[in-house]
């Protein structure tokens, strides 16, 4: 079973890249950023206030009993909470603002880590993505990649895809890195025997022929 874990800050490029190298691997891809964003919907939704501490408890049962699924189709990540399609929704900014709250719960992270690991032994190896698949999920990953760039050029990036202001942008990148970061439970770091890919003056093609490179 082939796993490539790419974990990196928030903008890097890791979405873009992971997919490029799943698919010329013909492998699955996992977006595990995309569960803890279904998990966050799943508990607004439900009237929880995430970033309550007191809340802890509930939103860990939530993300226990939560139906979530998440899959690529047509290279793009599709999810869908209790069968609805949130997809859309959990891009927005109800979720995002609040999504790093609920990675910080340890129930939550403990369950999501299970159901990933799940999710790649059903089929048989994918490249997974998110902030502690190196260390934390898959530690005996074949390779393990932290993807990064720095904030401005992140910051740059997003304001092509979606618009916005670029100090506005790349202010709120790095309090989401400071958060991912700083927070007691499986804190965004680099992975022992991680390879740190800067992706600041590269296109994606450049970082990909990179990737492949340290597979062949
Ligand atoms: O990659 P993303 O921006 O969709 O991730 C959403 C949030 O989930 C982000 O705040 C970091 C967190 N996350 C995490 O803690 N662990 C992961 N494996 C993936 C994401």
Same mark, same amino acid.
């Given at each position: 079973?082939? !796993?490539?874990?790419?974990?990196?800050?928030?903008?890097?490029? $890791?979405?873009?890249?992971?997919?490029?190298? /799943?698919?010329?691997?013909?492998? #699955?891809?996992?977006?595990?950023? /995309?569960?803890?964003?279904?998990?966050?919907?799943?508990?607004?939704?439900? #009237?929880?206030?995430?970033?309550?501490?007191?809340?802890?408890?509930?939103?860990?049962?939530?993300?226990?009993?939560?139906?979530?699924?998440?899959?690529?189709?047509?290279?793009?990540?599709?999810?869908?909470?209790? #069968?609805?399609?949130?997809?859309?929704?959990?891009?927005?900014?109800?979720?995002?603002?609040?999504?790093?709250?609920?990675?910080?719960?340890?129930?939550?992270?403990?369950?999501?880590?299970?159901?990933?690991?799940?999710?790649?032994?059903?089929?048989?190896?994918?490249?997974?993505? #998110?902030?502690?698949?190196?260390?934390?999920?898959?530690?005996?990953?074949?390779? $393990?990649?932290? !993807?990064?760039?720095?904030?401005?050029?992140?910051?740059?990036?997003?304001?092509?895809?979606?618009?916005?202001?670029?100090?506005?942008?790349?202010?709120?990148?790095?309090?989401?890195?400071? $958060?991912?970061?700083?927070?007691?439970?499986?804190?965004?770091?680099?992975?022992?025997?991680?390879? !740190?890919?800067?992706?600041?003056?590269?296109?994606?093609?450049?970082?990909?022929?990179?990737?492949?490179?340290?597979?062949?």
């Amino acid at each position: 079973m082939t !796993v490539i874990a790419i974990d990196g800050p928030a903008g890097a490029g $890791k979405s873009t890249v992971g997919r490029a190298v /799943a698919s010329e691997l013909g492998v #699955g891809y996992l977006d595990t950023g /995309a569960m803890y964003r279904a998990v966050t919907y799943a508990v607004l939704r439900r #009237g929880v206030d995430p970033a309550d501490l007191d809340e802890a408890e509930r939103v860990g049962d939530i993300a226990r009993s939560a139906q979530i699924l998440v899959d690529d189709v047509d290279g793009a990540t599709h999810v869908e909470v209790d #069968g609805v399609d949130v997809t859309t929704e959990i891009r927005g900014r109800g979720v995002t603002g609040l999504v790093s709250a609920v990675a910080a719960n340890s129930a939550v992270r403990h369950e999501l880590v299970a159901r990933q690991r799940a999710w790649v032994s059903d089929r048989g190896g994918a490249v997974v993505e #998110g902030r502690d698949i190196g260390s934390v999920v898959f530690p005996d990953a074949d390779l $393990k990649l932290y !993807v990064t760039a720095s904030a401005r050029v992140r910051a740059e990036r997003r304001v092509a895809e979606i618009g916005g202001d670029i100090d506005e942008v790349e202010a709120s990148i790095i309090e989401r890195d400071r $958060k991912d970061s700083s927070r007691a439970d499986s804190p965004l770091v680099e992975a022992s025997g991680a390879t !740190v890919v800067d992706t600041s003056g590269l296109t994606i093609d450049e970082v990909v022929e990179q990737i492949l490179d340290l597979l062949s």
